[in-house]
């Protein structure tokens, strides 16, 4: 079965960085690109950012652009989002997922437990 199993989250300070990470298993990893999303307290699901299938090419949300950096590791099966410059109001669930594009609503398939982040002082 496909599995995405999202990990790193925690408590940090605004302006301070945190890196969460995604392992995959169940499917042929590099075949796919793949997505961060987030879930508020309170509000709907939000797309953060997308990579593609080999990391040729990457895609922001205008909220994170400049903040975060989206990376995959193929050969471990790995993705990963590093955060800087962290604000309040990036405080959410953050989830991975598998994408059939660059564009936001493009992701798709099984839902893992998500990461929590919290940027608070």
């Known amino acids: 079965q496909v599995q995405l199993v999202e990990s790193g989250g925690g408590l940090v300070q605004p302006g301070g960085s945190l890196r969460i990470s995604c392992k995959a298993s169940g499917f042929t990893f590099s075949n796919f690109f793949m997505t961060w999303v987030r879930r508020a307290p309170g509000k709907e699901v939000e797309w953060v950012s997308t990579i593609q299938n080999r990391g040729q090419t990457t895609a922001y949300a205008d909220s994170v652009k400049g903040r975060f950096t989206i990376a995959r590791d193929n050969a471990e099966n790995m993705l990963y989002l590093q955060m800087s410059n962290l604000k309040p109001e990036d405080t959410a669930v953050y989830f991975c997922?598998?994408?059939?594009?660059?564009?936001?609503?493009?992701?798709?398939?099984?839902w893992g437990q998500g990461t929590q982040v919290t940027v608070s002082s």
């Open positions: 997922r598998r994408s059939i594009g660059l564009e936001a609503g493009q992701d798709f398939g099984s």
